[in-house]
């Protein structure tokens, strides 16, 4: 499996941008029933990873960090294995380093925000803010 992360860049503070995480094709091949959740994460400097969202190829609701909400929509192209990150009124606080994840269908909501529940990463994407 792998993922590729993109679309990151340098931004003024209330810009946008949207990140692109495309899976490779037999992804589906490697989880139960061929379903897989494909997560979110950003980490910026001397900080933990942070959870934004997370998106199941078998459709389901698209669950988000309660800060992101609103300014962050992530939605899944089923038929390019692609998940997408739209970001607006970005804030120099939204600088970081942002990954894409895929882990099982099945894990559960409470589960989501845990890095070690995820079997492959993304390389990450540069995003940074100035004001």
């Known amino acids: 499996v792998q993922l590729q992360a993109s679309g990151g860049g340098s931004v003024q503070a209330g810009g946008s941008l949207r990140l692109t995480c495309a899976a490779s094709?037999?992804?589906?091949?490697?989880?139960?029933?061929?379903?897989?959740?494909i997560t979110w994460f950003r980490q910026a400097p001397g900080k933990d990873r942070e959870f934004i969202s997370a998106i199941r190829r078998n459709g389901g609701n698209t669950h988000y960090t309660d800060s992101m909400k609103g300014r962050f929509t992530a939605s899944m192209d089923r038929t390019r294995n692609t998940v997408y990150l739209q970001m607006s009124s970005l804030k120099p606080e939204d600088t970081a380093v942002y990954y894409c994840?895929?882990?099982?269908?099945?894990?559960?909501?409470?589960?989501?925000?845990?890095?070690?529940?995820?079997?492959?990463w993304g390389q990450g994407t540069q995003v940074t803010v100035s004001s």
């Open positions: 094709t037999h992804t589906a091949n490697f989880y139960s029933m061929g379903v897989y959740t």
């Open positions: 994840a895929v882990g099982p269908g099945g894990l559960r909501q409470s589960d989501l925000r845990k890095t070690d529940v995820y079997t492959y």
